[in-house]
């Protein structure tokens, strides 16, 4: 069955023209879909009926339904709790930002890549999501929160680059100028540190912004909480950041979250700035949004600060990430797993 969401305004006009309905159609529905938010053949009346019933046999238009709404008392995020067609749960974040509104999405239903921090994982890979599965996401905050749109992160859950070929046509598709006309310049992509898939990235020859997941300065750090480490090792993934930044000319984001007794010490401090010494890169650390009860904790504010200090002081471009989210639950599957939690 084809998704329509996942479709170019070329290829539906192909497949109008073979059901025998006229190629500007493709123009009033695109405008109906993306202009005006309307997901259903019967209110598209421009459509003459017949052609309405063609493609309701056709093309049936499935919208995931809004399970949950969340918004923090400070409405700077709001988050969304989608049902696929096939029942699975997907969540996503808006997060308002001085520069414009950013939507954070997921890629995946659960994911593979099972870190320690992350509520992402715990009940483990469930599927790919579809193209069009990423393109109601987006839809749904136009259609239930505003349609004024800036950016898209692929941050929430899965891990982009274990679902590249759909990441990839995504984005293609909503830089179409009858979609969401985002620039890739908008667009930003967090991966886990898939090697061989980052360099896939970087010859597309698109302006991504890439972030990379690090989390830890030595190999035995990171291991300890992400275990993908055994396959791509730290030096490795560092390494794919620089051919990344030589291919595109765009400077790579390496996210680190602090967390107590894991990576925050001195010690890590320093190793971290002896990495990224000289590169033109950024660092974005994340105190650990410790709501999902893993047993892993937040350092003390001053551990905090004096980690960012320390980089800082060596030259190294660092920024502390606001915490935007924590009190609604919305960082990183959260809301998911709750639900699910509260199904069993
Ligand atoms: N798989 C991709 C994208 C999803 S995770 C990746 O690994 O990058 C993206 C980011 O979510 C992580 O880098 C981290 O910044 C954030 N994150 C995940 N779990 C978190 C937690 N418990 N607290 C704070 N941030 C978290």
Known sequence: M??????TKTALEAILLQQGIRRFRADQIFTYIYGRHVFDW???ILLPKKDRDVLKAKLPIYFPRLLARQEAADGETVKLLLELHDGETVETVLMKHDYGNSVCLSSQVGCAVNCAFCASAKNGFVRNLSVGEMVVQLLAFRKYVTPDLHSVVIMGTG???????????FLRLIHEKDTFYLGYRNMALSTSGI???VDRLAAEGLPLTLAISLHGPTNAIRRQIM???DTYDVPAVIAAGDRYFAATGRKVTYEYILIKNV???PACAEELARLMKGKNILINLIPINDNYDVGLRRPARREIDAFARYLKERGIPVTLRREMGSRIRAACGQLRIRREQEES
Do not use: K, R
């Open 263 to 265: 990576n925050c010490t």
């Open 195 to 197: 090697v061989p898939a």
């Open 2 to 7: 084809i998704d329509i969401f996942s479709l």
């Open 227 to 229: 275990p993908l480490t």
């Open 159 to 169: 891990e982009p680059l274990l679902n590249y070929d759909n990441v990839l046509a």
């Open 42 to 44: 019967d209110e598209m």
